[in-house]
C-alpha cells in the first residue's frame, strides 16, 4: 500500500493572496515547500494535489487556467524527482451547485484512495482550512491543519 501526503493547494503549495490564484504570474510556491517535501519523498511519500476551485463555478476564470498551473505543478515536482500521483480539483461551488466532490466532502479523497491503494493509517492530509480537515476525517485520514502559507518544514518534527 501507498503511503500519501495530501496537499491542499492555496495557502499549502502556493501562496494564499486572499483571492483567486489562477495565473501562473501570481502562483507563487511557499517557503520551504521543496524541502519539507524531499523529506518526506524520503520516507517513502508520494504525493497528491486536492483543490477546492470554485471560481470555476463562479465565472472568475476557467478549467483552462487551473490546467495550466496543473501543468507546471506536475513539471516543478517531476524536476525535483517527486512522485506527484495527481492533481484534483473541484470546478464546484457551493453557492451554485451542490456536488460530493468538493471539500468538506470526501469523494475526491475516495477516489485516490481507491485507485492508487492507499495506507489510510501510513497517509495523511495537510490543509489551511476546516474544510479540508473535515474532508479527511470523513475519509479516516489524520488532517493536519496550518495558517495559510506556514513553512512546511515546521512540520516535520510531528
Known amino acids: 500500500m501507498k503511503k500519501v501526503i495530501?496537499?491542499?493547494?492555496?495557502?499549502?503549495?502556493?501562496?494564499e493572496v486572499?483571492?483567486?490564484?489562477?495565473?501562473?504570474?501570481?502562483?507563487?510556491?511557499?517557503?520551504?515547500l521543496e524541502?519539507?517535501?524531499?523529506?518526506?519523498?524520503?520516507?517513502?511519500?508520494?504525493?497528491?494535489?486536492?483543490?477546492?476551485?470554485?471560481?470555476?463555478?463562479k465565472h472568475r476564470y476557467t478549467k483552462e487556467h487551473v490546467y495550466k498551473i496543473n501543468v507546471f505543478l506536475y513539471d516543478w515536482f517531476a524536476k525535483r524527482n517527486l512522485d506527484l500521483l495527481s492533481i484534483s480539483f473541484c470546478p464546484h461551488h457551493n453557492s451554485i451547485e451542490a456536488c460530493i466532490c468538493?471539500?468538506?466532502d470526501s469523494?475526491?479523497?475516495?477516489?485516490?484512495?481507491?485507485?492508487?491503494?492507499?495506507?489510510?493509517?501510513?497517509?495523511?492530509l495537510i490543509g489551511d482550512s476546516l474544510r479540508d480537515i473535515e474532508a479527511a476525517e470523513k475519509v479516516g485520514l489524520k488532517g493536519i491543519k496550518i495558517v495559510a502559507n506556514t513553512n512546511l518544514n515546521t512540520l516535520i518534527s510531528l
Do not use: C
Open 107 to 124: 469523494l475526491m479523497l475516495e477516489k485516490l484512495i481507491a485507485r492508487y491503494n492507499v495506507s489510510i493509517n501510513d497517509s495523511f
Open 6 to 15: 495530501f496537499l491542499d493547494r492555496d495557502g499549502v503549495i502556493n501562496k
Open 35 to 57: 524541502s519539507a517535501l524531499r523529506y518526506w519523498a524520503q520516507k517513502g511519500y508520494s504525493f497528491s494535489v486536492i483543490t477546492n476551485q470554485g471560481g470555476i463555478s
Open 18 to 32: 486572499g483571492d483567486y490564484v489562477y495565473h501562473l504570474d501570481s502562483f507563487i510556491i511557499n517557503p520551504g
Open 102 to 104: 468538493r471539500k468538506p
